[in-house]
């Protein structure tokens, strides 16, 4: 079994910052991409950064410039610090990512994974 287990959301005002955390435990191997999603109340879970092994990033039009994603592979964690804060980043915050594991029997499997999400609330 996997997990993947976030932490850092909250409730900020306009303009500023919070930083999410994502850990992933378990009969890791490996993990390929590695990043957030969120999904506000009505909408579909749209994707806000990811970032692969060898240090590639990609944000979300809305969220360059303000966003930063940063990863350790050997502790299998990743953050998204998030400055500049607006009303309209209120979302849940999924953290997600492809993992290779040891299965109970000792088998390789590949599966995506997905956090519980954290609530990040921006209001004034």
């Known amino acids: 079994q996997v997990d993947l287990v976030e932490s850092g959301g909250g409730l900020v005002q306009p303009g500023g910052s919070l930083r999410l955390s994502c850990v992933a435990s378990?009969?890791?191997?490996?993990?390929?991409?590695m990043g957030w999603y969120r999904q506000a109340p009505g909408t579909e879970r749209d994707l806000v950064a990811t970032?692969?092994?060898?240090?590639?990033?990609n944000y979300a039009d809305s969220v360059k410039g303000r966003f930063t994603i940063s990863r350790d592979i050997a502790e299998n964690t990743v953050s998204l610090q998030m400055d500049s804060l607006k009303p309209e980043d209120t979302a849940v915050y999924y953290c997600?990512?492809?993992?290779?594991?040891?299965?109970?029997?000792?088998?390789?499997?590949?599966?995506?994974?997905w956090g519980q999400g954290t609530q990040v609330t921006v209001s004034s």
């Open positions: 378990g009969r890791i191997l490996r993990i390929d991409d």
């Open positions: 970032t692969t092994r060898n240090g590639n990033t």
């Open positions: 997600h990512a492809n993992i290779l594991a040891i299965g109970a029997t000792d088998e390789y499997i590949a599966f995506e994974s």
